[in-house]
């Protein structure tokens, strides 16, 4: 099987069944476009071509697997090593390190590849303020809307990833009344 057709059963195909991205027919990829097999070069090569060519198509976030250290750990610095060269790469850092940390659509949804916070009271308008333009810190509220998860029970606990933090249905029901 060539590499156009194993690409083909995943992202082209998503497109097949779902439609090409368009001005009407948006997509939002969040996070962990790379480090996902092996050709993650021409899954985040394509996305961010759609992204190049018509931004209104094309809504990219950035996910843990975004940055310099996931992608030495799990294989997509490697393969872009092994396809081009480490200036390519870097580039690749570059693009992944602009990426939003997440959006709000319509006013109402608020999407992050992560999740919330060690603390309540963080505001739009706090996260908004934050630095993105680089390689994500091992606390804070950065890391943590790139590695928190969602928790059954109430409350905060540390997270099983030792980044980030599990957060319950309460954490999260006093978040959304706050924004």
């Keep these: 099987?060539?590499?156009?057709?194993?690409?083909?059963?995943?992202?082209?195909?998503?497109?097949?069944?779902?439609?090409?991205?368009?001005?009407?027919?948006?997509?939002?990829?969040?996070g962990d476009f790379v480090d996902r097999g092996s050709f993650s070069v021409e899954c985040a090569l394509l996305l961010l071509a759609f992204k190049v060519a018509e931004p209104r198509c094309m809504h990219?976030?950035?996910?843990?697997?975004e940055c310099r250290n996931m992608n030495m750990m799990y294989g997509f610095q490697e393969e872009v090593h092994t396809k081009y060269n480490s200036q390519t790469m870097e580039l690749f850092?570059?693009?992944?390190?602009m990426?939003?940390?997440?959006?709000?659509?319509?006013g109402q949804?608020?999407?992050?590849?992560?999740?919330?916070?060690?603390?309540?009271?963080?505001?739009?308008?706090e996260l908004q303020a934050l630095d993105r333009k680089r390689e994500p810190p091992d606390s804070g509220l950065m890391s943590e809307l790139l590695w928190s998860d969602p928790s059954p029970f109430p409350g905060r606990q540390p997270s099983k990833r030792?980044?980030?933090?599990?957060?319950?249905?309460?954490?999260?029901?006093?978040?959304?009344?706050?924004?």
Aim: charged share 10%; with cysteine.
């Design 1 to 30: 099987m060539s590499p156009s057709d194993l690409l083909r059963y995943d992202l082209l195909n998503l497109f097949k069944i779902l439609g090409p991205p368009s001005a009407t027919n948006p997509y939002y990829f969040n």
């Design 60 to 65: 990219l976030a950035r996910g843990n697997h």
């Design 93 to 97: 850092t570059d693009a992944f390190n």
């Design 99 to 106: 990426l939003p940390l997440g959006c709000v659509i319509g």
């Design 109 to 125: 949804v608020f999407c992050v590849h992560g999740g919330l916070f060690s603390r309540d009271g963080v505001s739009i308008a």
């Design 162 to 179: 030792g980044v980030g933090v599990a957060f319950g249905p309460d954490v999260n029901a006093r978040f959304l009344t706050l924004t």
